[in-house]
């Protein structure tokens, strides 16, 4: 079609081009010649100098190198694209000098702060852990206790186990609500959630050989609401939902990831289980054996709970560990429950249970 | 003056010259840098991608242009971020803690914020098209559209929520009249852009898929509910037999979904011709030339794509999707460019955030 096509320049610098004037789409065609530090362009409708200081050089097409101007966002020249002028000319969008510092140092600032949060993230999280309201992490707790199923009832041993707790936190030493909660499942497992929720599975007190193990295990999670670890993670999450731009809040409490403490935060636990045992004038050692026969053991069963499998996974069992609380063990230690108290923490699910469980507990 | 002006011609006026693998280089530097600044420069990747599609593209031998930068783009989405994504944020969790003590409020709620979205969406939708289109420019004359999307979320929510109701019934219907309401809004120039795609051309092709569609889906479950143990009835007989029964259940659903699917092809394509075929912009008309056959082959060759090349192949689908159309459109008619004045309508100053933010633009 014949649209006016750009010449290269003449002798006397002077060219035609092609112009919208960004008025309708019809295109002139005009001559085009340096004038100073302008550019003169005469045609039928069109007699004017442009400051070459308001041009800017687009983008390139076969018709020729297009022209903007600063000062008029639809004008468009389309010269050839050797002309002389066209040269010298600044890039379409291409920034000032104090645009790109700006650019620059903004860059530097959303990197350093990246950084920055990587390196000071736990510590910045760990302050602001305790500062979460028990209003906003109980509601959390509740509804993830909830629906792990069903709680024992058994009067007596919720009693021992209540003992136990006292002695390891007394009244008033943990700020903010404790609820202890003895779920009826073959999971072996503890685990401390939002709001001061600690729950025991029954797996666990099957499995455990005397209270001294039940206690030690006690003492650890109770080291995690004392520590505030289980609100690290839920600031952790929040963080990590609003970077990826997550909104959806049925995502928000993810029991897996709310369980995978960081391994600073499982020995901070570990230090205050020893510290709390012994202060009881209990024996650390009981948990020390616990952790090995956790280790040896080959299989880990799945839970039938989302997100929650056996001590083993939740809580990783190094040889390290056990030797921590094996060396800290004070030496007569005094019995953790009596006979009866041991008997009626095991038979603490006996009242509702209904059918017989799974193959191996 | 311009010999262009008012000269008949029947010929196809539109070309495109873009090539696959000018494109593949363009995605590639944009992932690279995309990933280098943890994904701020995505912004001005989507400028490039639009950049080199919009020149390839020629109205009247003429390239078209792009004047969107990357910007603007940020801006739209740090304001979508703070105005949409983080208010949806808080009272979604909101909405979490009060399912524990007040669950009847909390479902209000919900009957609130679901509409909300969706109305949302359609705003979103309109949005971005506004942008694309006032960020497209030919001969220096803008594209435009006239409202600011509000109306149209509107009818968005209020024709959406009635293909619900009617179980998909209605699709052709919505998805005419919305297309409709969308592209009667737009401008090019002084130019209006006019639509008038009718339903009752496809509704046909439609029901035909719908309808085996709900014959398949009855299939489906009447041969699970007679071949499946019933809940809570221990299973009987070897394990194997039960696993075959599954794998034959499976058979059949996938079975069920491609005769769905070649039936919903048919209707996909004559929806993009109905569509097309039924736009004016001014005296210029627009058609497509889209079969199922296409359709079908474009898709395979998607995953394809997608699935040998472990995923890198995602990096080229929008000018897979772009190329798609816009080798097959064909624009005829008469332009009168003295006629064809500069756009009169204010184009946004953002880029397209909200639409980023429920990620549903193609390129």
């Known amino acids: ?361 | 003056m311009d010999a262009t002006s008012a000269e008949p011609r029947q010929a196809d006026l539109w070309r495109f010259e873009g090539r696959g693998s000018d494109f593949f280089g363009i995605a590639l530097v944009n992932l690279l840098l995309t990933m280098v600044t943890l994904g701020i420069y995505r912004f001005w990747g989507k400028t490039r991608v639009r950049q080199y599609l919009w020149t390839q593209s020629h109205f009247a031998d003429e390239p078209l242009e792009y004047t969107g930068t990357g910007l603007e783009k940020l801006i739209g989405a740090v304001l979508a971020l703070l105005l949409f994504s983080l208010p949806l944020f808080v009272v979604s969790f909101i909405t979490g803690l009060m399912m524990q003590t007040l669950p009847v409020a909390a479902f209000l709620l919900l009957l609130v914020v679901y509409p909300a979205l969706i109305w949302l969406l359609g705003v979103a939708l309109y949005r971005s098209r506004r942008y694309m289109f006032s960020r497209t420019a030919w001969r220096g004359v803008r594209g435009g559209m006239a409202g600011n999307g509000f109306a149209y979320g509107g009818r968005f929510l209020k024709l959406t929520l009635f293909q619900f109701i009617t179980l998909g019934f209605a699709t052709p219907f919505v998805t005419t009249r919305l297309w409709n309401a969308l592209m009667n809004d737009a401008k090019f120039g002084s130019l209006a852009v006019t639509a008038s795609a009718d339903w009752r051309r496809l509704q046909g092709r439609f029901l035909l898929g719908w309808g085996v569609a709900l014959v398949g889906y009855i299939v489906v479950i009447g041969w699970a509910v007679a071949t499946l143990p019933r809940p809570g009835q221990p299973p009987t007989g070897d394990p194997m037999a039960q696993l075959a029964t599954i794998g034959q259940l499976y058979l059949i659903a996938l079975v069920v979904g491609i005769v769905v699917g070649a039936f919903m092809l048919s209707y996909l394509a004559a929806l993009q011709r109905e569509l097309w075929g039924s736009l004016r912009i001014g005296a210029l008309r627009t058609e497509i030339d889209i079969t199922a056959r296409d359709l079908l082959g474009f898709w395979l060759v998607n995953i394809v794509l997608v699935v040998f090349t472990l995923g890198l192949g995602v990096i080229m689908m929008p000018y897979r999707i772009f190329s798609f159309y816009a080798r097959r459109v064909r624009v005829t008619g008469t332009l009168d460019v003295a006629a064809l004045q500069q756009s009169d309508l204010a184009a946004p100053r953002q880029g397209d955030g909200l639409a980023d933010a429920f990620d549903i633009a193609a390129f």
Not at chain 1, 279 to 307: C, H, M, N, V, Y
């Open chain 1, 1 to 361: 079609m014949p649209t006016p096509s750009t010449s290269p320049p003449s002798d006397a610098g002077r060219s035609d081009a092609r112009l919208h004037d960004g008025r309708d789409a019809r295109a002139h065609v005009v001559s085009v010649e340096r004038d100073g530090a302008a550019l003169r362009l005469r045609g039928d409708e069109h007699d004017e100098q442009v400051a070459l200081a308001l041009l800017r050089r687009g983008q390139m097409t076969p018709a020729g190198l297009t022209l903007h101007r600063t000062d008029a966002r639809d004008w468009r020249l389309i010269v050839a694209p050797g002309s002389d002028f066209a040269r010298d000319l600044p890039r379409l969008g291409s920034w000032r000098p104090w645009q790109r510092g700006l650019a620059v140092a903004g860059t530097a600032l959303g990197v350093a702060s990246v950084a920055g949060i990587g390196w000071a993230g736990d510590a910045l999280v760990s302050r602001l852990a305790p500062l979460i309201p028990p209003a906003v992490t109980a509601p959390i707790g509740k509804q993830l206790v909830a629906g792990m199923g069903p709680a024992c009832t058994g009067a007596a041993g919720r009693a021992a186990l209540g003992r136990l707790a006292t002695r390891l936190a007394p009244a008033g030493e943990i700020t903010g609500p404790l609820t202890l909660t003895i779920i009826d499942s073959p999971i072996v497992n503890a685990a401390a959630l939002p709001g001061g929720e600690v729950v025991i599975f029954r797996g666990l007190i099957d499995e455990a050989t005397s209270p001294g193990e039940v206690a030690g295990v006690l003492a650890h999670e109770l080291g995690h609401v004392a520590r505030a670890h289980v609100n690290k993670g839920l600031i952790r999450q929040l963080g990590l939902s609003v970077l990826t731009g997550g909104s959806d809040a049925a995502a928000f409490v993810n029991l897996a990831l709310l369980l995978r403490a960081t391994r600073a935060d499982e020995t901070e636990a570990d230090g205050e289980a020893i510290r709390r045992l012994s202060r009881a004038g209990w024996a650390s050692a009981p948990l020390a054996d616990f952790f090995d026969r956790q280790r040896r053991k080959p299989e880990r069963r799945g839970s039938g709970i989302a997100g929650l499998d056996d001590y083993a996974a939740t809580h990783p069992p190094d040889a390290a560990r056990a030797a921590r609380f094996r060396a800290a063990s004070v030496a007569g230690a005094v019995p953790v429950l009596d006979a009866a108290g041991w008997q009626a923490l095991r038979t603490v699910c006996a009242v509702q249970k209904k059918a017989p469980p799974a193959a191996g507990v």
